[in-house]
């Protein structure tokens, strides 16, 4: 009698999830920090009647710069990941390893400084 089992075959392993807890820590602080205080927010404020659904949400200046925040940190979060998917998809043949963590939080950091800057200057 053959016994079945659940492995993964040779060569589909999965990322250490406990290894990137560190690095997906950061990305998500960086996109909170570049949500709350990037100049970009503000823009993104500004044009709220191209996307804020204001049929069926109310129209109030809270509201639209919670979604304007979290817009700006989603934008934030996906370009910096374009440089990372890159390198896993030209570079680096295998499962995702921390060097494309470290690409990714070095380019979101880059991306916050905006951010960081304002943020200290609002201490």
């Known amino acids: 009698m053959s016994r079945q089992t659940n492995n993964p075959p040779p060569g589909d392993s999965k990322p250490d999830v406990v290894l990137a807890e560190?690095?997906?820590?950061?990305i998500l602080g960086l996109g909170m920090l570049n949500g709350i205080f990037s100049p970009v927010t503000g823009?993104?404020?500004?044009?709220?009647?191209?996307?804020?659904?204001?049929?069926?949400?109310?129209?109030?200046?809270?509201?639209?710069?919670l979604f304007a925040s979290l817009i700006t940190?989603?934008?934030?979060?996906?370009?910096?990941?374009?440089?990372?998917?890159?390198?896993?998809?030209?570079?680096?043949?295998?499962?995702?390893?921390?060097m494309s963590?470290?690409?990714?939080?070095?380019?979101?950091?880059?991306i916050s400084v905006p951010a960081v800057l304002r943020a200290l200057n609002a201490l």
């Open 22 to 26: 560190p690095y997906l820590f950061g």
């Open 43 to 65: 823009f993104v404020f500004l044009v709220h009647q191209f996307w804020y659904p204001s049929t069926f949400l109310p129209v109030s200046a809270p509201f639209i710069m």
């Open 101 to 110: 963590l470290w690409i990714w939080v070095s380019v979101l950091s880059v």
């Open 73 to 98: 940190s989603t934008m934030a979060i996906m370009i910096a990941g374009v440089p990372a998917a890159l390198y896993e998809r030209f570079i680096h043949r295998g499962p995702t390893n921390t």
